[in-house]
């Protein structure tokens, strides 16, 4: 039943802790940008620019991951993967109030993983319903009378 639950809550999850613990009083004051624009490392490229790679990269890096990987699992026809939909639609929605109510979660960095959750969303129940209509086409439970 674990295979149900989205993915795409994992980067969620950890932008929560990152947003809601990971900030101090002072953070509030300036926002989400603060914590998530932290550089965690920093890549020296080939060309001589040096590549920063920050909290909120990793988090969106994560989520693209994921998202191919939730997009895969809706391919499936089994009945685990309605549950699945639903679960993504909650967390879909969950996001949007976040997104639209919370001034720390206005930002780039969630509207970008609030847009994945969405296409997550979208292309399972579009791969759903396609897959559902081709079986329903292919494999016809009544004989046709001439």
Known sequence: MLIAIPLLVVPVVIYNLVILLGGSASDAVLGQASVLSEVLFRVPM?????????????????????????????TSSQRVAI??????????????????????????????ILTMVLLDVLAGFIVTIIASRRDFDMNPRWPRRC
């Open 83 to 112: 549950v699945n939909h639903a679960l993504s639609m909650v967390l879909f929605v969950v996001c949007l109030v976040e997104f639209l109510l919370l001034s720390e979660f206005a930002g780039s960095v969630f509207f970008l």
């Open 46 to 74: 080939t060309s001589g620019a040096v590549w920063s790679i920050s909290v909120g990269d990793l988090i969106l890096f994560l989520s693209l991951i994921l998202l191919f990987v939730e997009l895969l699992k809706s």
